[in-house]
């Protein structure tokens, strides 16, 4: 746009030039046309005094006079040689002159042999042929057509002045437009900007407080199962004690009844005189002995299942305490923690032949009693689960890694199926031989407490092959990363 | 002079209300026991309708106390009763499944005399009561302050 304004305004900027060069030229042919003029009367005014006077300052004037009209004819000649009609004009003009150079020359030549009479004769003859009337009057067209041409080539030249005026003042003014465009697609790509800039920010906080939200409903979430949990267990036991304690109750009517029963079926035989026996002594016999064993034996069932669902209660209520319980990070000496551990298994590790080595192990800052469950909950197991007849050796190693403490509680006892290696961290889940006592309890436990001490366990184990449970621990554990955790 | 110690029993739970009184009485405790199955009763019992506690002024009680209430915390009872002066020195004895360490910790503190866990296990718990009964039967309740 700009090109073709700036292209548009040269050209025409040269144009004006032109035509401006075009009018000095015509005023340059006009006036070298009244030159030339004005050296032809010269040499005719000048021709007639040295006729009449025979002076030589007027020769002298005539000569000058002829040798200017010569260069002045070229100079128009070349002047006007753009112009066709000119061009015409003044060959015209040429032919007259030489015409009227050549009647000078003549009158001259009678001059200087002394014959005024017949200079004045052809001075004459020169008039009546008016070679000077064509002289003058080709002269006056030529000026005339210069003069057209003149007031031509000024509008010419004026119109393109005020064309490239005119395209001047529009390209400043585009160019002024164009500013002001890009300036207000300045200030608008600006103002997008701004705003974009205020929308990432604001989708930023909001992403923010997302988190926070979202981390504060799982904390909650997490609190409510923890009090669903404790609520649950609770409200379970209120029911079982009631259970327990009538069926302990029927057991005793039970017994009432039955020893009721006996005595009344040994009345006939006995006689009443005879004093009721002792309570339990007496016998019971056949079918009466039958519904007595079966009943004994529901009742056992019902107390042993009992028990057993108060175990389980428990259990949730010890982990749900665990879980609201607020850890102290302190500083561990595990060796020591460890042996402390060690030593009140000896009964069990003795009982069991087995011997735990002791390698040395990295100290940590972290919660004594849950280090203290976790291990002891972990060297139980190993002592429990032992290979039978197979004399046990379980070692403790440890050691630090990018800021972590890892310890390896392995031994040589009857391994764990690799399908059940998910397993036995889950609630009241056990693998293998059932042949031990326990709930399936421990190991979920100690997931869940180093978990919460911001670390991570794994087993490797084979069946028959031993096991070997990784615990990791941050060295230095502090309460906001439990913070973080809950 | 001695006066017959009436026992209160706030206990939610009839089973176990059934279970405690069968307990007492099997160790020959002959007292009269006034049960309550819910806080607000058992509270109005105690201090009045003005909840002055004024109209207990000079009786002997022994209060059974169970935590776990519909209609309020046991713990807040406990309280209550340890804080008026009719009935601070009547005994309290806490009797529930809870055998939270923190729990027992601050019925302690609150004044409970004694805190007896209700186990699933039935012959401890048969055992406890019996002899919280032989208990009752040899303590003289002294006179609620003048």
Known sequence: ?486 | MTQPVTIIMIEDDEGHARLIERNIRRSGVNNEIVSFKNGTDAMQHLFGADGSGLVQKGNALLILLDLNLPDMTGIDILRQIKENKYLKASPVVVLTTTDDSQEIKRCYELGCNVYITKPVNYENFANAIRQLGLFFSVIQVPPAAP
């Not at chain 1, 210069?146 to 490239?164: F, V």
């Not at chain 1, 011997?355 to 940590?364: A, K, Q, S, T, W």
């Open chain 1, 1 to 486: 746009m700009l090109t073709v304004i700036s292209a548009g305004s040269v050209y025409l900027v040269n144009k004006a030039r032109e035509d401006s060069k075009w009018v000095i030229h015509t005023i340059e042919v006009e006036n070298q046309v009244n030159a030339l003029l004005l050296e032809v009367r010269r040499a005719e005014s000048a021709l007639r005094g040295y006729l009449l006077t025979l002076g030589p300052e007027f020769q002298t004037d005539y000569e000058k006079a002829v040798a200017a009209i010569v260069p002045a004819l070229d100079r128009v000649r070349r002047l006007s040689g753009d112009n066709a009609a000119q061009r015409e004009s003044t060959e015209k003009l040429s032919a007259a002159i030489e015409t009227r150079l050549g009647q000078f020359a003549r009158e001259l030549d009678a001059i200087k042999q002394g014959q005024p009479d017949m200079a004045m004769a052809l001075a004459r003859q020169a008039a009546a042929e008016g070679t000077t009337t064509t002289i003058g009057n080709v002269a006056v067209a030529m000026i005339g057509e210069e003069e057209r041409l003149l007031r031509l080539r000024t509008a010419n030249a004026d119109r393109s002045q005020t064309l490239a005026a005119s395209m001047t003042g529009i390209g400043s003014g585009l160019v002024v437009l164009l500013a002001l465009i890009s300036i207000w697609l300045v200030r608008r790509s600006a103002l997008a900007r701004d705003e974009a800039e205020n929308r990432l920010r604001e989708a930023y906080a909001n992403l923010e407080s997302v988190v926070s939200e979202r981390t504060a409903d799982l904390r909650e979430a997490n609190d409510e199962i923890q009090r669903f949990a404790y609520i649950v267990s609770h409200d379970l036991r209120s029911p079982l004690v009631n259970i327990m304690g009538f069926t302990s109750e029927l057991d005793e009517l039970g017994n009432d009844i039955f020893r009721r029963i006996g005595s009344l079926a040994q009345v006939p035989a006995d006689g009443p005189t005879l004093a009721p026996a002792g309570p339990g002594e007496i016998a019971l016999e056949g079918a009466d002995k039958q519904l007595s064993e079966d009943f004994s034996e529901a009742l056992g069932f019902i107390k042993s299942s009992i028990a057993k669902m108060d175990r389980l209660i428990s259990a949730i209520l010890n982990l749900t305490r665990e879980g609201r319980r607020e850890f102290q990070p302190v500083k561990i000496a595990t060796s020591e923690l460890i042996e402390a551990i060690v030593s009140t298994l000896a009964h069990q590790t003795a009982e069991a032949q087995a011997e735990i080595h002791l390698e040395p192990l990295p100290n940590v800052v972290s919660d004594r009693l849950a280090l203290e469950q976790i291990f002891s909950n972990l060297i139980d197991n190993a002592i429990k689960y032992l290979k039978p007849g197979v004399p046990g050796e379980i070692r403790i190693r440890g050691r630090t890694k990018l800021g972590y403490a890892i310890f390896e509680i392995s031994d040589n006892g009857r391994g764990i199926d690799a399908r059940d290696h998910q397993r036995i961290f889950e609630l009241f889940r056990r693998a293998g031989t059932q042949d031990k006592p326990g709930q399936g309890i421990g190991l979920a436990h100690v997931r869940a407490l180093v978990r919460r001490l911001g670390g991570t366990m794994s087993v490797s184990s084979e069946l028959n092959a031993g096991s070997t449970f990784t615990i990791t621990l941050p060295i230095a554990w502090n309460v906001s990363n439990r913070n973080a955790d809950r």
